[in-house]
T-cell receptor, first 114, second 114 residues
Framework: AQSVSQHNHHVILSEAASLELGCNYS??????LFWYVQYPGQHLQLLLK??????LVKGIKGFEAEFIKSKFSFNLRKPSVQWSDTAEYFC????????????FGSGTRLSIRP | DTGVSQDPRHKITKRGQNVTFRCDPI?????LYWYRQTLGQGPEFLTY????????KSRLLSDRFSAERPKGSFSTLEIQRTEQGDSAMYLC????????????FGQGTRLTVV
């Protein structure tokens, strides 16, 4: 069965610090990978996605993620965070072939100190 | 405006009552998902539809839960004989259903069972 692990439950950073949030998935086949963000009081929004091709994908607001197939990982990065990045971040996976259900990780809460 | 509309946004009900939530997906999206999210957790998959067909239902869903999408457009999620443990945010999402597409989420319906 598919599963997603996010290792950091809560991350606290100062503005301008670099960010890396870990995500590992468990699935034997080809996958599509996503990072979603949920700002306080708002709905889930897509931050970035990987379907195929270049394993380094860029998303909105300066975020990027790298797909490392051998490590079953899809870590999210940002070189310099801002206070407005305070949110909850969810990694998600779905099967490439069937485009079926999307499985989410438990999320990482990111708090940025101004 | 995400395009996925959920109604109501909030629902408070007494234990034992039945509740029904509605989701209107983005127009022409033939795939529709229901998720449940509790505080500090990622969205948990409940069920999904391809047009009017319910393709998968999570083991998390007890017999008290039922979902329909009668004409392949809007969907309803009904919870019968609600319990306090049903208190959660219920999320709806839709996607075009093709490969390599992401899901778009609504604002959710927050259910509180008292």
């Amino acid at each position: 069965a598919q599963s997603v692990s996010q290792h950091n439950h809560h991350v606290i950073l100062s503005e301008a610090a670099s960010l890396e949030l870990g995500c590992n998935y468990s699935y034997g086949g080809t996958v599509n990978l996503f990072w979603y963000v949920q700002y306080p009081g708002q709905h889930l929004q897509l931050l970035l996605k990987y379907f195929s091709g270049d394993p380094l994908v860029k998303g909105i607001k300066g975020f990027e993620a790298e797909f490392i197939k051998s490590k079953f990982s899809f870590n999210l990065r940002k070189p310099s965070v801002q206070w407005s990045d305070t949110a909850e971040y969810f990694c998600a996976v779905t099967s490439y072939s069937s485009a079926s259900k999307i499985i989410f990780g438990s999320g990482t809460r990111l708090s940025i100190r101004p | 405006d995400t395009g996925v509309s959920q109604d109501p946004r909030h629902k408070i009900t007494k234990r034992g009552q039945n509740v029904t939530f509605r989701c209107d997906p983005i127009s022409e999206h033939n795939r529709l998902y229901w998720y449940r999210q509790t505080l500090g957790q990622g969205p948990e998959f409940l069920t999904y539809f391809q047009n009017e067909a319910q393709l998968e239902k999570s083991r998390l869903l007890s017999d008290r839960f039922s979902a329909e999408r009668p004409k392949g457009s809007f969907s309803t999620l009904e919870i019968q004989r609600t319990e306090q443990g049903d208190s959660a945010m219920y999320l709806c999402a839709s996607s075009p259903g093709r490969e390599n597409t992401e899901a778009f989420f609504g604002q959710g319906t927050r259910l509180t069972v008292v």
